[in-house]
């Protein structure tokens, strides 16, 4: 799951896949399904790359993210 607050045209890859739709613009945090090319991508105890691009042509320009792995086992959940 990617933690995603962002202006509009947002993109999203890691290790160079995209993420998915994450929509057009968001106003708070919202919680993004990866989608599974971009899952099978992550290098599980390795160095991971996360590149975020942003276009805003007028207004307000925000980003931040972050990434947590979400299990039903409370002692696994990471974030």
Do not use: F, R
């Amino acid at each position: 799951m990617l933690y995603l607050h962002h202006s509009v045209n947002c993109e999203v890859y890691i290790n160079g896949v995209n993420i998915g739709d994450i929509g057009i613009y968001s106003s708070g945090y919202n919680i993004i399904d990866i989608n599974d090319a971009a899952a099978n991508a992550l290098k599980a105890n390795g160095k991971n790359v996360i590149a975020i691009h942003c276009k805003q042509n007028g207004g307000i320009q925000y980003m931040d993210a972050g990434i947590a792995i979400l299990t039903t086992d409370k002692k696994k959940s990471t974030y």
